[in-house]
C-alpha cells in the first residue's frame, strides 16, 4: 500500500469508527435521504411543557431585567472583555447551569428552554452568548453527558452557579477541521494512577478564565500500538497547566478570552477520565451537537436583532422623498430577514426537541442547523448593513460589531464546509449501502447471494422511491405546501440514488456535488420545520379566531423561497460548470507565480 492509500485507509476507518459506531438509526434528516417523511418526530410543533414553560418565563424576565440594566454589548467589544459582574449575574439568574439537573445546582431546563435563553442573549451581545455556549453547552456538557455522580458531584454545582467556569478544548495546531487528529498525548503513569499529558491547544474559548476544561487527549489503546482520543477534566492549578496567550486579540466576539494553553507532564488522575477511555472524539462530537444546536438559537436572537433594526431605519430614514421602506429593493431585504428569521427560529426548536425526546440520532439535524442558521444571519447581518448605508459603517451603530462577531459562526464548531460535506455523506450512506449491496452482489454473485439478492434489493430501493411521501398537516390551506414538499423530497431521493448509481465511491471527494446535495436537504429540513410551525400557528390563531400574522406571511415567503432553491439545488446536479471549476482551481493552484 503506499503512503497515499494508506492515509486514505487511515481516513476511512477514523471517519467509520467516528460516525458510524453502533447500530444506525433512522433520523428524520437521514430519512429524507431515502425519500421518507417521519411525521411524527416534527409534526405537531413541539411545545415547551405548561410547567416548565412558567419556570422558563419566570427566568427570562428575570434575565432581560438582568441584561437590559447590566449588559452593554459596545462596551464588553471595546474593552475585550466581558465584566465579572455580567458573568455572576447570568450565574444567579441560572443560565450558567441550565440544563444541568438540580440536585446538582442546575435548572433542570430542556434544551428547548435552554434555546430560548440562549436565542435571548444571542438578539443582544455575540460575544456573551458564545461565552455561555463555551461554558454551558460545550464546557460542561460531557460531564453532563457522561459524567460519574462522583465527578457531576464534585464539579457541577461551581460551575452551575458560575463560580467556576468551564471550557471544551479540542483544537491543535494540527487539528482543526480534522478534530481527529489531535496531538495532545496522555500516557499512564507507572502506578497507573493518572495520565500525564503532554502537549498545546490553541484558539479555546474561556481557557484563561476557567476552572474546569474539558481536554482531548490521544491515550494508547492498550495491547496494541494504536491510539485513540479520550476525554479529560483538567484544573488550571495542576502543576505544569501553563497558559501561553490569555486572551488572543481577534475580529469579532472580543468580550470572548479565546485562549493557547500548554501541558506540560501534567499529572491528571484517571478519576478525571470522561466517558469511555479511548472514545473521546465520539465525547467531542456528541458535546459539539448541543453546541451546534444553541449555536442556532444564538443565531436566531441575531436574526430577530435584524429585523427590528431594519425596520426601524426603514421606517424613519427617507431619501427621494419617501421613507426606505418604501423601496421594493429594501423591502425584498426585509422580507427574507423576516423569512430567515422565522425559520432559524423553527428549526432550533425541533432540532432541540429531538435532544429532549431522547432520540437517538441528531448528528445529521445539529449539523444542518449549525450551517443553515449560520450562513442565514451572514446574509441577514450584510442585508440590514446595506439598508443603513453609509451609518452602518460606524461604530456607533452597532451594525459593523455584529458583522464582526458573526463572521466566527461559519468556522467555529466545524467549519461550514466540513459539515456540507458530512451532511451529503452521512446521509447518502442510508441508500449508498444498499446500492452497495445491490452492485457487489451483481459484480461478485455466489451461490447464496445470487442475482435474487440484488434482484430483492434493487426492487426495495426503486420501491422506495416511487411513492410520494405524504406530509400531514392541519390546515386547510397548507396541502399544497405540503403536497410540494412531498413531491420535492420524492425528487431528492431519486435525485441522491441518481447521483449514488452515476458516481459511485468517487462520490466521496465530489464536493461540489455533495454541496448541492447537502443544501438541498439543509431546505427540505428547514421548510419541515416551517411548515410544522405555520401549521400550528394556522390552528391557534383558528381557534382563537384571529387573522393572519407579519409571522404567517414569514412563513409562506419562506416555503416559496426555499422550494425555489430546492429545485436549483437538483437542477444543479446534472446542469452545472463544475469541471470548468475544477480545471480553473487546479491550473491557478499549480500556477501561484502567475
Ligand atoms: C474565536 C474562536 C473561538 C474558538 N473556540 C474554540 C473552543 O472553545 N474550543 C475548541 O476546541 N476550538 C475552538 N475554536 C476552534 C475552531 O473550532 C476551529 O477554528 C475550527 O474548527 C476550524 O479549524 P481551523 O481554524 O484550524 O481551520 P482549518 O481546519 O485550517 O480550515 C480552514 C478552512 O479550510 C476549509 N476546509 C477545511 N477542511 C475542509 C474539508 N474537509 N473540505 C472542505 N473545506 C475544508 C474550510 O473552509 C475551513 O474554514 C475557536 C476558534 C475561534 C476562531
Known sequence: MNKLDAQRQKEIQQAEELLFAGPQALGFAKGLFQGHFVSDWVMPYPRISEAQNAELDGTLTKLRQFLDEHLD??????????????IDGLGRVGVLGMTAPKEYGGSGFSQMANCKILEEIGRRCASTSVFVNAHHSI???????FGTHEQKQRWLPKLCSGE?????????????????????QARPSEDGLHFILNGEKRYITNAAIADVLTVMARTPVPGSDKTSITAFLVAPDMPGFEIIEAR???MGIRGTATGRFALRD????????????????????????????TFGACCTGAAKTCLRLAIEHANTRKQFNKTLGNFHLVQKKIARIAADAYAMEAMTTITAAFIDRGLEDYMLETAMLKVF??????????????????????????????????????????????????????GMRGPGMEFKEIYDTMVKPTREQGFAKAWTAGKHRLGATVRVPEVPVQSAELRSFANQLGRLIWRFNVAVNRALITYREPILDMQLLQERIANAAMDLFASTCVLSRYDSELQSAQRNGSSSSPDQLAANLFLRQSFRRIRHFLAGLTDNEDKSVLATAKSVLSNPGD
Open 73 to 86: 454589548a459596545a462596551e464588553i467589544d471595546r474593552n475585550a472583555d466581558i465584566p465579572r459582574g455580567v
Open 139 to 145: 464546557g460542561i456538557r460531557a460531564l453532563l453527558l
Open 164 to 184: 467556576q467556569l468551564g471550557a471544551f478544548a479540542l483544537t491543535e495546531k494540527e487539528a482543526g477541521s480534522d478534530a481527529a487528529n489531535v496531538q495532545m
Open 248 to 250: 488572543m486579540p481577534k
Open 266 to 293: 501534567v499529572k491528571v488522575p484517571k478519576e478525571n477520565i470522561l466517558g469511555p477511555p479511548g472514545k473521546g472524539l465520539k465525547v467531542a462530537l456528541t458535546v459539539l451537537d448541543f453546541g451546534r444546536t
Open 373 to 426: 442558521t449560520t450562513e442565514r444571519l451572514w446574509e441577514c447581518i450584510n442585508d440590514v448593513f446595506q439598508i443603513y448605508g453609509g451609518s452602518a459603517y460606524f461604530v456607533d451603530l452597532p451594525l459593523e460589531r455584529m458583522m464582526r462577531d458573526a463572521r466566527i459562526n461559519q468556522i467555529g464548531e466545524g467549519a461550514n464546509e466540513v459539515l456540507t460535506s458530512f451532511i451529503a455523506l452521512v
